[in-house]
Nanobody, 120 residues
């Protein structure tokens, strides 16, 4: 029905940068919000950044000033630009989206996750 597919993860050295992408596809009527969460080994999943598609964004304190979330509404795609990466940013990053589908109404969807590893 609705799929979220992430890309852009990988291995980067401390201080480096990466850009994650997440494209939503399927039977989409409208998208209310999209965002990024992450989960490090042994830790709970946490919000990294979210965009309400109305221009309202919010970020985890740990990434403010380093990460930027943006959306291409025409492509139903959300991006996460990550700068000045730190080893503690290492995690699996998950895309999320609050989507109204043409068949099931509103629901919350998750991508499959993409690994980001920050290490020298």
């Amino acid at each position: 029905q609705v799929q979220l597919v992430e890309s852009g993860g990988g291995l980067v050295q401390p201080g480096g940068s990466l850009r994650l992408s997440c494209a939503a596809s399927g039977r989409i009527s409208s998208i209310y919000s999209m965002g990024w969460y992450r989960q490090a080994p042994g830790k709970q999943r946490e919000l990294v950044a979210a965009d309400s598609r109305g221009g309202i964004t919010n970020y985890a304190d740990s990434v403010k000033g380093r990460f930027t979330i943006s959306m291409d509404n025409a492509k139903n795609t959300v991006y996460l630009q990550m700068l000045s990466l730190k080893p503690e940013d290492t995690a699996v990053y998950y895309c999320s989206g609050g989507v109204v589908s043409t068949t099931n109404g509103y629901d919350y969807y998750w991508g499959q996750g993409t690994q980001v590893t920050v290490s020298s």
